[in-house]
């Protein structure tokens, strides 16, 4: 996973919105499979503690010089001394806990103060306007993290049917992403029960800056 692609591609798009001959109607650019790939991986890393597959996946990550790709060169540092149990019980301190986990990762939480707010009811709007709905094996509310990254990358890829243009992955980001993402990562990234969740947390900092950036541009 090349950081800087990431930090780039956005900015590209921006550049050839007025070029979409050169990439066939419904076809994915591999600078946006980079995006949804990224965003696939912090949605699997932040749904429940990562088993041995996905902490190998991680130590092999590798970053360029750039704040994600230190990032990234962390993870992957710290994924090589962890073990699924070690991190199991990390996860556990930060999202479970006895009553609750240090981080409450719900955009209801981060924009309102409370659980179940409005941010839910607009975001389950926006899910069945989209065609989006929650797995079946899912009971938490769908304004957590990890399913707001999981159906970011499903809106680039088109996973549910046309892959969504850049103003409609805009305005999903805009609506239930950008306004509390950063924040959390910024917290995940300080919690005193961070450990391989800091420099994850640092990942999504710095990945939210770059969209956050490269729709700002799109939009200009």
């Known amino acids: 996973m090349s950081a800087e692609d990431e930090k780039n591609e956005m900015t590209a798009n921006a550049q050839q919105m007025d070029q979409t001959a050169e990439c066939p109607p419904g076809a994915v650019s591999p600078e946006d499979r980079l995006r949804a790939d990224l965003y696939n991986f912090l949605g699997a890393i932040l749904a429940g503690p990562p088993d041995e597959m996905l902490l190998a996946q991680t130590a092999g990550l590798t970053g360029d010089d750039s704040d994600l790709g230190q990032a990234i060169d962390a993870a992957a540092r710290v994924a090589k001394i962890s073990t699924p149990a070690t991190v199991e019980r990390e996860f556990n301190a930060l999202f479970i806990g006895l009553s609750r986990g240090e981080l409450l990762p719900y955009a209801s939480y981060y924009l309102t103060g409370f659980l179940n707010e409005k941010p839910l009811a607009v975001l389950r709007n926006d899910m069945a306007a989209r065609g989006l709905a929650r797995a079946d094996n899912k009971f938490e509310p769908e304004d ?75 939009a200009g």
């Open 144 to 218: 957590n993290i990890a399913s707001l990254m999981e159906m970011m990358a499903a809106l680039i890829v088109g996973r549910f049917g046309v892959p969504a243009s850049l103003d409609e992955q805009k305005d999903f980001f805009d609506t239930h992403i950008g306004p509390w993402a950063s924040h959390f990562f910024s917290d995940l990234e300080g919690a005193k029960n961070s450990i391989l969740y800091a420099p994850v947390g640092a990942i999504g900092k710095a990945f939210m800056e770059i969209e956050q950036e490269g729709f700002r541009m799109a």
